[in-house]
Antibody, heavy 116, light 112 residues
């Protein structure tokens, strides 16, 4: 069955960096766009970024443009989110999901807390 | 950015009774292939969202047939024909037509 397993979250100080990972299984990873979506505590959902199957098509939400970088390694069936210049307002559960614009499957999420 | 406005934001329902959630978009959601990329998700506390309905009216595998979606243009609806206890949680509509893809604010369904 399809599985998406995120990792890499944790507590970081404002201005710090983190790298999130999402490992996929149970489907043809190389054929699909992948996405990162987040949810601040007690809040709604925000789509952050997507990356095409080849990695050539990438988009970011304005809120993370220039600070976050999405990438993927098809050999490892993994997608990543490099997060720099983290702010308190980036505190959230981060989910990977697929496919693009349909979000049929989600991981369980990894929590990122930005606090001094 | 496309804004999705859900109503109501809170929906107390009686078990066995119907429930309806509205999702209004700030612009049309027709994609280049002619379909509306408007979906519905259900999220229970501490869990990831689960997709229930995709492209307005298509029920996902394993989703009970008491759930149905409808609509077109800028107005969309999720209906639960007879609410069961397991249906509590937050329901979100989501559009995947215009980047950035966006979600509604969520509608909290609880049992009276």
């Amino acid at each position: 069955q399809v599985q998406l397993v995120e990792s890499g979250g944790g507590l970081v100080k404002p201005g710090g960096s983190l790298r999130l990972s999402c490992v996929a299984s149970g489907f043809n990873f190389t054929a699909y766009y992948m996405n990162w979506i987040r949810q601040a505590p007690g809040k709604g959902l925000e789509w952050l970024s997507y990356i095409s199957s080849s990695g050539s098509d990438i988009m970011y939400a304005d809120s993370v443009m220039g600070r976050f970088t999405i990438s993927r390694d098809n050999a490892k069936k993994s997608v990543y989110l490099e997060m720099n210049s983290l702010r308190v307002e980036d505190t959230a559960m981060y989910f990977c999901a697929y496919p693009a614009r349909l979000a049929r499957e989600w991981g369980q999420g990894t929590m990122v807390t930005v606090s001094s | 950015e496309v804004v999705l406005t859900q109503s109501p934001l809170s929906l107390p329902v009686t078990l066995g009774q119907p429930a309806t959630i509205s999702c209004r978009s700030s612009q049309g959601l027709v994609y280049s292939d002619g379909t509306d990329f408007l979906h519905w998700f259900h999220q229970r506390p501490g869990q990831s969202p689960r997709r229930l309905i995709y492209k307005v009216s298509n029920r996902d595998s394993g989703v009970p047939d008491r759930f149905s979606g409808s609509g077109s243009g800028t107005d969309f609806t999720l209906k639960i024909s007879r609410v069961e206890a397991e249906d509590v949680g937050i329901y979100y509509c989501m559009q995947g037509t215009h980047w950035p893809w966006t979600f509604g604010q969520g509608t909290k369904v609880e049992i009276k």
